[in-house]
T-cell receptor, first 110, second 115 residues
């Protein structure tokens, strides 16, 4: 089993739709979690950290389920500009080496 | 403020030549990472620096790859005797190590093409 797994998609949704991605991780000692966004031919950029209690930033909501070892990202009211690849990142406890998922591709169409 | 910068932005080389890729991290960031991303693929971890030392070189794909960091700042990734399979985007990231929460800031990458 891969350490961090994501559905590669693509998720093809109309503007205004709500879309959710999940990311599962295998190491129960994982301590910190992030979602990054990568636009085509660009570098990854931090979208948001994921906190145990769940957190929201505008149209984006991230949640962590430690019991089932997954994190999720919910995007409400999708915009064309949300089209990108969303990378799940997990840091193991005691390690400074983050593990990146391969990403989930989102395409928002008019 | 200034972000992570990398040079060159693009590099085309012939098989068998050596290349050097440079990364300038954000000032004050003690951790520096190199990744490789092949076309349509995810990020592949190469090496991590804490200060000037590299506690984890486990991701370097072969002994043709080496990296160094000086002055807790600039890092250079060197690929000797390049092969066509080395063609990829090489991304550098830095982070301000703070407890267990580390946000990585990426540079724009160097696109390497080995002919």
């Amino acid at each position: 089993r891969k350490e961090v797994e994501q559905d590669p998609g693509p998720f093809n949704v109309p503007e205004g739709a709500t879309v959710a991605f999940n990311c599962t991780y295998s190491n129960s000692a994982s301590q910190s979690f992030f979602w990054y966004r990568q636009d085509c031919r660009k570098e990854p950029k931090l979208l948001m950290s994921v906190y145990s209690s769940g957190n929201e930033d505008g149209r984006f909501t991230a949640q962590l389920n430690r019991a089932s070892q997954y994190i999720s990202l919910l995007i409400r009211d999708s915009k064309l500009s949300d089209s990108a690849t969303y990378l799940c990142v997990v840091n193991r406890g005691g390690s400074y080496i983050p593990t990146f998922g391969r990403g989930t591709s989102l395409i928002v169409h008019p | 403020g200034a972000g992570v910068s990398q040079s060159p932005s693009n590099k085309v080389t012939e098989k068998g030549k050596d290349v050097e890729l440079r990364c300038d991290p954000i000032s004050g960031h003690t951790a520096l990472y190199w990744y490789r991303q092949r076309l349509g693929q995810g990020l592949e971890f190469l090496i991590y620096f804490q200060g000037n030392s590299a506690p984890d070189k486990s991701g370097l794909p072969s002994d043709r790859f080496s990296a160094e960091r000086t002055g807790e700042s600039v890092s250079t990734l060197t690929i000797q005797r390049t092969q066509q399979e080395d063609s990829a985007v090489y991304l550098c990231a830095s982070s301000l190590v703070r407890m267990a929460q580390e946000t990585q800031y990426f540079g724009p990458g160097t696109r390497l093409l080995v002919l």
